[in-house]
């Protein structure tokens, strides 16, 4: 578990091609381990964009990790309340969590983060980078991927700059660009879907300056749905979001901001509202897809150049995001000494994450073998956790089932926050100790019963210890840890809980086998 990584002469460890979300988290997570990293993107520049604005609170999680909650937090906000309109007509006003059928969600000490919070996706990559820069990388913009080539000891690729071809020789390269991934096409990989032809939907960032900002405004003449428009307005922006649907089997009208106020007005009935400013416009159908491998070689897919999601309710930036976070752990481990084998599995944990989101999970299981049942009952779990927190990796290899039974908290799922009260008698906040790169045990003591004293200290593992005490009861319930038995588990650089045992062996072991 060493910290640190020799690169060889002339070979840069990990290529990344795209700089949105995932690419910005994937070369964030690698920074922070001492992995030496470029970032290219076709781009001239970053694009100022709304695009995907929700983030689930899982990912909120990811940002809380990576130190960078507070900025996300400054810069966004809760989800606006929604009204319908006809024309200036208020019909109804809702908050987003009723018109999904829920419970207003509420902050626990185990899931701090309680909802989606919105911040436009141009801000969010403007955090990213800005963090980059902190470890001395920069977004190279204007660089165009164009085919790769694996080599005995990695890849090289061909990029295009300023009209000038160049390679560059890395040991891992990563496709992070987009659903037209440059690096999917060049590996033959099939991107297996659809596209739905019966939808359309024209979206932009528009300002709108007679209307009152804070509400989702939604305008639906005669509940015809085909004909809604919306505008949502973006934190800390005179801008809005601009959506509405076109009709699916007519040419795309011209992408302008005369096009958006015609159906504006027409479809509002109002002619008092002046849109402007339109720095942003796209026409797209949603798309359902997945490819049919993340990785070929010491290539990667992660983000979009894996799988497309329709866009509601964002889900695809999300799952992009915990694709990065997945994988650069991985490959860091990997550069500094661990088993290559670890890499195998990225796919093995993230592609059925994919598959469930996009609905395509349960068909997938029944071909391996599960029974119909067990298998929708999984896909139904997964896509109804909208906010990510409940996804695991139960059954996967880096998940040791040492001790399980009727627990709330097993080896594959989120480790829980909660406050804990340490030896020391003070309190903290367990995301707290667990940010950071290192592995760490949480070792649940019972009398004088310590059984991770067993575990040979290391490099980047930190060991809590949590004893059976009155402040300590929340966070032992919260992991089913009984008050007279000793547990130990063993947390992932990733937040998720390798091992729960009450033998330190298996802790070992689990170490061993990941890290050599």
């Not at 690169?7 to 070369?27: F, I, M, Q, R, Y």
């Not at 000490?109 to 996706?121: G, S, V």
């Not at 990796?393 to 040492?402: D, P």
């Not at 060991?463 to 402040?471: C, D």
Request: glycine fraction near 10%; charged fraction near 25%; proline fraction near 7%.
């Amino acid at each position: 578990m060493s910290s640190q990584f020799a690169e060889d002469a002339g070979e840069l460890p990990v290529l990344v091609v795209g700089a949105g979300p995932a690419g910005l988290v994937l070369a964030l997570e690698l920074a922070r381990r001492n992995i030496p990293v470029r970032l290219i993107d076709a781009a001239p520049a970053p694009v100022l964009a709304s695009k995907a604005k929700g983030l689930q609170p899982r990912t909120l999680e990811i940002f809380d990790d990576l130190g960078l909650i507070d900025p996300v937090q400054e810069d966004g906000g809760e989800f606006p309340r929604w009204r319908a309109y006809d024309g200036a007509k208020l019909l109804w006003e809702k908050a987003i969590w009723e018109l999904l059928g829920r419970g207003k969600p509420v902050a626990t000490p185990a899931r701090p983060y309680a909802a989606t919070w919105m911040i436009p996706q141009w801000r969010t990559e403007d955090i990213l980078r800005n963090a980059l820069l902190d470890h001395g990388i920069e977004v190279e913009f204007g660089v165009e991927f164009l085919w790769s080539e694996e080599e005995t000891d990695g890849v090289t690729a061909t990029v295009r700059t300023d009209g000038q071809e160049d390679t560059i020789a890395c040991r891992y390269l990563v496709g992070a660009d987009g659903a037209g991934s440059a690096v999917r096409k060049s590996l033959g990989i099939a991107y297996s879907g659809e596209t739905s032809e019966d939808e359309l939907y024209i979206v932009a960032d528009v300002k709108a300056g007679a209307l009152e900002p804070g509400y989702w405004m939604n305008w639906t003449p005669d509940g015809d749905k085909s004909r809604r428009v919306s505008l949502c307005p973006l934190p800390h922006s005179d801008y809005f979001q601009f959506v509405a649907p076109l009709p699916p089997d007519q040419p795309v009208p011209e992408l302008s901001l005369e096009t958006l106020q015609a159906l504006f007005n027409a479809r509002t009935g109002r002619s008092d509202i002046a849109l402007s400013d339109a720095r942003w416009i796209i026409a797209h159908r949603p798309n359902t897809r997945l490819a049919d491998a993340m990785r070929d070689g010491s290539v990667f897919l992660m983000g979009d150049a894996a799988h497309s999601a329709p866009t509601s309710p964002g889900q695809g930036l999300n799952i992009s995001i915990q694709d990065a976070y997945n994988l650069g752990w991985k490959l860091a481990a990997v550069m500094q000494g661990a088993d290559p084998s670890l890499l195998d599995t990225y796919e093995e944990e993230r592609r059925p994450i994919a598959a469930g989101v996009l609905g395509l999970l349960a068909r997938a299981l029944i071909e391996k073998g599960m029974k119909a049942d067990e298998a929708q009952e999984r896909q139904r779990r997964i896509q109804s956790d909208i906010f990510h927190l409940d996804h695991n990796y139960r059954g996967a290899s880096l998940s040791t089932v040492s001790k399980g039974g009727d627990v709330p908290v097993r080896a594959g799922d989120r480790a829980p926050d909660g406050p804990v009260t340490g030896m020391s008698g003070r309190p903290v906040r367990l995301f707290d100790l667990m940010r950071g790169t290192h592995v760490m045990v949480l070792n649940f003591v019972s009398g004088t019963n310590d059984l991770a004293s067993a575990l040979a200290p290391q490099p980047g593992l930190r060991v809590v210890v949590i004893p059976p005490t009155a402040a300590n009861h929340a966070i032992r319930r919260a992991y089913g840890v009984a008050d007279n038995g000793p547990t130990l588990f063993l947390i992932r650089p990733d937040g998720y809980i390798g091992v729960r045992s009450d033998r330190a062996r298996d802790l070992e072991d689990w170490l061993h086998r990941v890290f050599g």
